[in-house]
């Protein structure tokens, strides 16, 4: 079956619109929309530029906005699309660098200033093993541990598109992940920097982060986060430390 694609073309340094160029690809029933843009690149124009990784949606690089939906391209299957013409775009709300690819400088930075790692005061096993985590807990943090940081979450949030200061919720799920690890003791120091005026009280529910290729509630952690907050206002909730807070540039 053949597939059209309508893909911008777009270089940071010399255009100053996108132009769109249409690409006719022989797909069948496992064709991905990562394995199509692989055969545009090597058999049509190599000049097409996009991030790809593990090609199995583990590493989050191929996020792009696909017939107008944020989505992993090596997860989602063409047919599924139930289209003959696929619309492949950069994901919004990010600078455009080249085509496909986006710049994620402050995506990232956001996601430095969350603490993103175990601090703990809980002393290690005499015998040098891991900290242990019931199942229960575990699963607590389970989804939230599963974000590869596509940034189809973040693109997807309109206060994000009007506020480059606000965390987003990619970063905000990252603060929600290690705020409810039983084996975390930052949880504090992470609920002030969440608290601030550029965290989850600048979250207007749209919960169109939600929609995310891992099926992570983002908007369900941010509101549990706000939670978290009130309850640790009036001295509720676990015992905590307190740690030094990580800044960075966004």
Known sequence: MKVTFRVPRFDAATDF?????VYHVEV????????????IKDEQD?????????????????????????????TTRVLSLN?????????????????????????FAKDAVMLPYLVTDIAKPADGKERLQSPKDANRIALAASCNQCGCCTSACPVHWSNGEYYGPSALTRAY???????????????D?????TGVWRCHTVFNCSECPKSIPNGENIQALKRKI?????????????????????
């Open 17 to 21: 619109t996108a132009k769109y160029q």
């Open 28 to 39: 069948n029933q496992f064709t991905t929309i990562l394995d199509a843009l692989n055969i």
């Open 46 to 74: 190599s000049s097409l530029t996009f991030r790809r990784g593990s090609q199995s949606g583990i590493d989050g690089s191929c996020g792009m906005m696909i017939n107008g939906r944020n989505r992993l391209a090596s």
């Open 83 to 107: 289209s003959t013409e696929i619309a492949v775009g950069p994901l919004p709300g990010f600078p455009v660098i080249r085509d496909l690819v986006v710049d994620f400088d402050s995506f």
């Open 177 to 191: 992940r290690f705020v409810e690890d039983s084996r975390d003791t930052a949880i504090k120091a992470r609920l």
């Open 193 to 197: 920097i969440v608290g601030s005026e």
């Open 230 to 250: 009130m309850l640790n206002k009036i001295g509720l909730g676990r015992i905590e430390v307190k740690v030094a807070r990580t800044e960075a540039t966004v």
